[in-house]
């Protein structure tokens, strides 16, 4: 396999022209033939990989990567050719890096076995779909997807590769979200009935309002490619590097970061998901030309099933909180709540006596002489000594271990399963799903006014819109741009 490698990295130029005869120049209309490959990567070989979006999360998921043992990154695509300079000095110090702007020259190197996937959001469908066809295992930031139409495709596409792929929410692969699943499994906290949770900010940077480098142009960039299937728009600086404040391109605070919060949860509950969710909010501060909200409330119902009893979930975002921020993440049950606070959970545990008890605030006074005295009859009867006692409160703190790394576990889970050629990653396409495709609801809840109804089993929305949302038409080829850096 290394030799095999080491020529073909040799010619690469035998790369750009299977590009043009292999008709990629169309990546996104007639479907190839997708390559069916379970096949082992030896414990002895190197997972190559490359990063496609070497922007500021390509650079911490690199990195990330990176902690795993025998892994390489051996080549960049990216639209912007600063960031393809500032890999070359970051991870390419005693080595080539190949880097391109056209992603499509990553998918055609068979040298190449893992892809991250790590651009806006609008474009991960069409790579990560491009990149399973050609055979690659993808680990995808989150959300897995843009657009609620999206996710069946990615889901296909990755049954019929027979591929790996991890969807990139990484806490959920800390030590505190896999004891709150060990604590909620067995019961510590009874029943969950409401689950709460918030993430609010108050600074430029945590808006969103990226520093853009002063030579940014359609010279230093890929304009066009940049749009890929979204609207054409003239060349604007702040779209490409503050993306996330367009709906164009990104998913606004619920995609961004709700998906974090209901991962987590999905993780810890074995939940499929909401049936109804329900988003409102506003553009309260950060109105610096952004078409999404900065505050952001959302309900979701999740019913009823074999893992859980129903509950409500309750999520906020507010970028505009100039008051006390405390950020807090709360599964409440009938006998006890988790709460996590950084990388750490405290679980208190509380459960009432059988006895309801009488008196206080209570409509006992207010009954005459003997008919209190035949309530206090009536009552001792029912409730003997020991029914009355509630357990002592108690209070379970678990600290994770101080080299705890979420984010290299979350790769390390990846690699392990490219090793051994298998689907089983702790959040494979069908769960990443799951947890995008409640979040994309919240904003089609909130553009649409409308309350979404969402079937969590075959993961299809009841109700959807018609109006606005069409289907994706694939992106047209790019102009010959392939241009390396
Ligand atoms: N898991 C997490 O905790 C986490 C944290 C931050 C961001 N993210 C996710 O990571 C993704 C990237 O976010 P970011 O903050 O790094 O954005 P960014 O703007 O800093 O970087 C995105 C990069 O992608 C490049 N790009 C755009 N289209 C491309 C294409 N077609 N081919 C190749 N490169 C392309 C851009 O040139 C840019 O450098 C988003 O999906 C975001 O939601 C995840």
């Known amino acids: 396999m290394q030799s095999n490698r080491r020529t073909f990295i040799k010619s690469l130029s035998a790369a750009s022209a299977l590009i043009a005869t292999q008709g990629l120049a169309k990546p996104f209309g007639v479907a190839p033939a997708y390559i069916k490959n379970l096949k082992k990567i030896s414990p002895n070989d190197k997972i190559r990989f490359a ?18 043992p025998d892994v390489e990154l051996v080549a960049v695509a990216d639209l ?20 391109t ?3 499509r020259e990553i998918l055609t190197r068979p040298d190449i076995d893992a892809v991250l996937v790590v651009t806006p959001d609008h474009w991960h469908d069409h790579i990560t779909i491009a990149a399973l066809k050609a055979g690659k295992n993808v680990y995808c930031e989150k959300p897995m997807v843009q657009h609620l139409s999206e996710g069946k495709a990615v889901i296909d596409a990755w049954k019929k590769s027979g591929k790996t792929m991890q969807v990139g929410s990484q806490r959920i692969s800390s030590a505190a979200f896999q004891e709150a699943k060990r604590l909620v499994e ?11 949770s918030n993430n609010d900010r108050f600074n430029a940077m945590g808006a969103w309002q990226y520093s853009i ?3 940014a142009s359609t010279q230093t960039l890929d304009w066009d490619r ?10 604007d600086p702040k779209r490409f590097f503050r993306w996330r404040n367009y709906r164009d391109y990104g998913t606004g605070v619920a995609g961004d970061l709700f998906v974090h919060l209901i991962t987590g949860v999905h993780f810890v509950t074995n939940t499929l998901g909401p049936t109804r969710i329900f988003s409102s909010g506003n553009l ?29 979930m309750v999520l906020r975002v507010n970028f505009a909180n100039a008051g006390k921020i405390n950020d807090v993440t709360r599964i409440i049950g009938n006998e006890g709540q988790i709460e996590f606070s950084e990388n750490n959970l405290i679980m208190s545990k509380k459960k009432l006596p059988t006895a309801p008890g009488y008196g206080g605030y209570d409509s006992f006074f207010t009954f005459t002489e003997p008919v209190q005295q035949e309530f206090v009859k009536q009552y001792d009867a029912q409730y003997p000594p020991e029914t009355r006692k509630a357990e002592p409160v108690k209070e379970v703190r678990f600290e994770a271990p101080k080299d705890d790394d979420p984010h290299a576990k979350h790769f390390a889970n990846f690699f392990e399963n490219v090793r051994q050629g298998s689907q089983g990653t702790v959040e494979d396409p069908v769960f990443g799903f799951r947890a995008a495709a409640p979040v994309l609801a919240c904003n089609e809840s909130y553009f649409e006014q409308k309350v979404i109804h969402w079937d969590p089993v075959t993961m299809t929305q009841k109700n ?9 038409k694939p992106i047209a080829s790019s102009k010959s741009s392939g241009k390396r850096s």
Not at 186 to 196: D, K, P, R, T
Not at 285 to 312: L, N
Not at 465 to 471: E, F, G, L, M
Request: charged share 30%.
């Open 284 to 312: 309260a501060y950060w109105k610096d030309g952004r078409d999404v909200p900065d505050v952001m409330s959302c309900i979701m119902d999740y019913p009823k099933t074999d893992q859980h009893e129903a509950f409500q």
């Open 101 to 103: 702007r056209d992603y």
């Open 80 to 99: 912007y050719d600063g960031r393809l300079e500032h890999a070359k000095t970051a991870y390419g110090k005693d080595k080539e890096l190949f880097t």
């Open 213 to 215: 480098p002063p030579d």
């Open 464 to 472: 959807p819109t018609t109006t606005k949302v069409t289907p994706k």
């Open 51 to 68: 990063t496609i979006g070497m922007g500021i999360q390509g650079n911490f998921d690199t990195r990330a990567a990176l902690r795993s």
């Open 226 to 235: 940049f749009l890929g299937d979204a609207p054409k728009k003239a060349f």
């Open 186 to 196: 067995a019961g510590e906290i009874g029943q969950i009935n409401y689950i709460e």
